[in-house]
């Protein structure tokens, strides 16, 4: 069965420090993938999506960028964080190609920048 | 992209039928809709999707009218842990979902 991971659950970092989240899928190939941050008390906002390897769209431009090493891994980064980046970040996937299945979510990893 | 408007909040009781509708009037032909539920501090997961009429499964039922510019999650005898925010979506296949700010359930004793 397909499985996403996605870590860590928390982190707290200093503005201006970097940052690397990490999110990988089991048990699927060519899945694609999405970014998502939900602020506290919000809907979800889109921040990338990829449908294959090395290819990211970005949603909304900001201080974040995503890139897609292995075909069932994403990766969600900042070189300086903001205050406003805190949130609740969430991977999911989806199967590729033109049906619609729905999206499985991983746990999520809340961020708080002090 | 079609957009949706669904209730902010709703509250119900235990052992009550939810229904939570959902406006969607500029779906397109291959569009799909699908209802999520989300928990605090979780991902949200995925509870039923359909095209056209009446979809059930063991958590839900989905109704959807022919014109397809609305749909309604039925929820029945809810209890306390059906508590959580339901988002309603349209899109499919390469189309990104985007999330509204959904609607909070709130189940009262």
């Known amino acids: 069965s397909q499985t996403i991971h996605q870590w860590p659950a928390t982190l707290v970092q200093p503005v201006g420090s970097p940052l690397s989240l990490e999110c990988t899928v089991e048990?699927?190939?060519?899945?694609?993938l999405y970014w998502y941050r939900q602020a506290a008390g919000r809907g979800l906002q889109l921040l990338f999506y990829s449908v294959g390897i090395g290819q990211i769209s970005s949603e909304v431009p900001q201080n974040l960028s995503a890139s897609r090493p292995q075909d069932r891994q994403f990766i969600l980064s900042s070189k300086k964080l903001l205050l406003s980046d805190s949130g609740f970040y969430l991977c999911a996937w989806s199967v590729a190609g033109d049906s619609p299945h729905g999206y499985t979510f991983g746990s999520g990893t809340r961020l708080t920048v002090v | 992209l079609a957009k949706t408007t669904q209730p902010i909040s709703m509250d119900s009781y235990e052992g009550q039928e939810v229904n939570i509708t959902c406006s969607h009037n500029n779906i397109a032909t291959n569009d799909y809709i699908t209802w999520y539920q989300q928990f605090p501090s979780q991902g949200p997961r995925f509870i039923i999707q359909?095209?056209?009429t009446k979809v059930t499964n063991e958590v839900a039922s989905l109704f959807i009218p022919a014109d397809r510019k609305s749909s309604t999650l039925s929820l029945p005898r809810v209890s306390l842990s059906d508590t959580a925010v339901y988002y309603c979506?349209?899109?499919?296949?390469?189309?990104?979902?985007?999330f509204g700010a959904g609607t909070r359930l709130a189940v009262h004793p």
């Open positions: 048990g699927t190939s060519n899945p694609n």
């Open positions: 359909g095209y056209k």
């Open positions: 979506l349209v899109g499919g296949g390469y189309n990104k979902l985007i």
